[in-house]
């Protein structure tokens, strides 16, 4: 099996992976520029995060690697597998979408650097009529990496990409490995429908749906999202 490459979504970090790396022991979960440990200022935009995507694998490994997404870093992951087919062997992409518009209300709150920001995503990441209790450990986690990005100002700036970011379709078309899409059934924040458009485009495309399921696919549904990227790879 080629390495797993992590890429965290919109103000979260490498931590969000945290029962991916336990399962997959070789898994490399990278930190943005401007999230968790990295000391570099964060991006602007979704083709530069690529870029330095591209860097960072290209440092640890000459082999191809399979790289995952979730979120905004399911975006990044999806150009990076676009402009450098010798480097990508398997591309899944978690709570994606074609196009991922932010809530005009959420990004004035970013801009201002103002803790309601956090609550929102926090709140929109869950599934309504969530059918078990909220597991607070990893939601009080996502709302303390939220918050943290608030007030670096690094969540403006990944959800400014986010929204302007119009290439994925054509992106897809680029792609020329294997994609599985992993999908929140009640994800209000990338619905599944709004991933269709990338499943068409893409080469060769698999789709899994998550019951149940909200946004923060990686820590609410570890299990689901764990076995179904084991049998892509082992596919």
């Given at each position: ?142 709302s303390d990496r ?59 495309a698999r789709i ?16 689901e999202v764990n ?9």
């Open positions: 099996m080629d390495r797993l490459v992590l890429i965290h979504g919109a103000g979260l970090d490498s931590t969000s992976w945290h029962l991916q790396t336990k399962y997959f022991k070789q898994a490399l979960a990278l930190d943005l520029p401007g999230h968790g440990s990295s000391r570099d200022p964060a991006l602007d935009s979704v083709s530069a995060y690529a870029d330095w995507v591209t860097a960072q694998i290209r440092k640890v490994t000459s082999s191809p690697v399979a790289l995952v997404g979730h979120s905004m870093g399911s975006l990044i992951a999806l150009e990076t597998a676009a402009r450098n087919t010798d480097l990508v062997s398997r591309l899944v992409l978690i709570s994606t979408a074609a196009q991922m518009p932010v809530n005009p209300d959420l990004l004035t709150a970013a801009a201002a650097r103002d803790p309601a920001a956090a609550a929102l995503v926090t709140k929109w990441s869950l599934p309504k009529d969530m059918p078990f209790g909220r597991p607070k450990s990893w939601v009080t986690s996502i939220l918050a943290v990005s608030v007030k670096s100002g690094a969540m403006e700036r990944d959800f400014t990409a986010c929204n302007n970011y119009s290439d994925a379709v054509m992106m897809a078309k680029k792609v020329r490995c294997p994609a599985l899409l992993i999908l929140g059934e009640k994800d209000v924040m990338t619905r599944p429908k709004a991933a269709q458009p990338l499943a068409v485009a893409l080469a060769d899994v749906v998550v019951p149940n399921a909200g946004h923060m696919l990686p820590l609410e549904r570890p299990d076995e179904a990227i084991a049998l892509f790879q082992a596919g």
